[in-house]
């Protein structure tokens, strides 16, 4: 297998793997990753690429971190796994609920676990209807997420989800979720029936009390969003969009959850998401960093205020996984968030992600197809545009995306894209040398493609 070509690996692959997103014509030049130092990963070939996205936005810590190796291997010596049903506990689980509850936003104290964001996005969709119908409330059950939000691809999740490539082949979707725009600054335009004088932030969080009142304020159990949405295009909202937000979540008593997959532990510059705006949400919802991709786990924290009712109520809320609380997992969750703590990854990743701003600004910032660079933390984007004045968009048959995607790969930047959204979220442990060569490459790959 070690004398085996990439694309010798590719065929094998092909024979017998189906992959998340399968696509047999897409996978044909596929890199196989054979190796992994910090933020830079190898493919069969030998040939070495920079992960201008840590993995799927997780691996923040980048391969090789010798304190999660060795805690994923300790805990495995001393116990690899044990139930985390009712009746079952282990101190690793423990301890990282108690980390958990001293970094959340204050009124978060209580936490499950899952295996990943998507099982976390399905876990918060129970506890809230199980929530309101221990407050006499059973109608409360509907799910307001947002156009561009990304929650999962469960089939609930996938509804939660705002990306409409991903319904048709599994419609019908669950029944309850409905969608508002994004507040996305850089395209949202308010309704003709917004009220006068608002902000481009008020009149798009606005559009949450128009979907509340539509459904009927009885009807509607949480609001899902994403701090700063990521696979939609990395859209950093308006600073007084969240804090409206959460007024309108007051007023009509519905939950406000923040899904902190992937702007938890510090990937904004700050320890979580809606720190950034002052606001506190009713629960979250975690994966990603929290192990930094070393071992799949994520989970839900909740209010105090439900804690209480689901106390309470007593009997047992019948929701599990296997892997709850999996041993190994919380280890190396444990030695992650010592790291995050101990390198200070939020001030890290504000720095570094400024850095990479600037290369990007300085590079291509007057291009005549960058219409507009963004990003907050160590997440940035920039937004391919066929007339920068007007804000139109390339035809999706030019795929210009996958063309200048194509260009970086050759200057050896792995990376993705949404549409023509060039999405950056390179490891917090990359260096700053690492972090100008991926600003360099993306802007290279741009003038290559478009002059």
Known sequence: MQNDTNAALVARDQAHLIHPLHSRAAHGDARVWVKGERATLVDANGKRYLDGLSGLWNNTAGNGCAALIHAATRQMEELAYASGYAGSSNPRAIELAERLAEITYPGINRFYFTSGGGESSDSNFKMARYYWKLRGKPEKTKVISRILGYHGVTLAAMSATGMSKYWPMFEPRVPGFVHIPSPYPYRYVPRTDAAPGLTQG???????????????????????????????????????????????????????????????????????????????????????????????????????????????????????????????????????????????????????????????????????????????????????????????????????????????????LFSRMRDDVFCLAPPIAASEAEIDEIAAIVCAAIRDELG
């Open 202 to 412: 008020q009149a798009a969080a606005d559009e949450l009390e128009k979907a509340i009142l539509g459904e009927g304020p009885d009807t509607v159990a949480m609001f899902l969003a994403e701090p700063v949405q990521g696979a939609g295009g990395v859209i950093v909202p308006q600073d007084d969009y969240f804090p409206r937000i959460r007024e309108i979540c007051d007023r009509y008593d519905v939950l406000l959850v923040s899904d902190e997959v992937i702007t938890g532990f510090g990937r904004t510059g700050r320890m979580f998401g809606l720190e950034h705006w002052g606001v506190e949400p009713d629960m979250i919802q975690f994966a990603k960093a929290i192990t930094s991709g070393y071992f799949p786990l994520g989970g839900i924290g909740i209010s105090d205020a439900i804690a209480a009712e689901m106390d309470a109520a007593g009997g047992a809320w019948m929701h599990a996984y296997t892997y709850s609380a999996h041993p190994v997992g919380c280890a190396v969750a444990l030695a992650m968030l010592d790291l995050v703590e101990r390198e200070d990854f939020p001030a890290q990743a504000a720095s570094k992600g400024e850095r990479l701003l600037r290369g990007l600004r300085e590079g291509i910032g007057e291009h005549p197809n960058v219409g507009e660079i963004r990003g907050l933390g160590l997440m940035s984007a920039v937004e391919l545009v066929a007339d920068r004045e007007t804000r139109a968009e390339f035809s999706a048959e030019e795929q210009l995306g996958a063309r200048i995607h194509a260009r970086a790969m050759e200057r050896g």
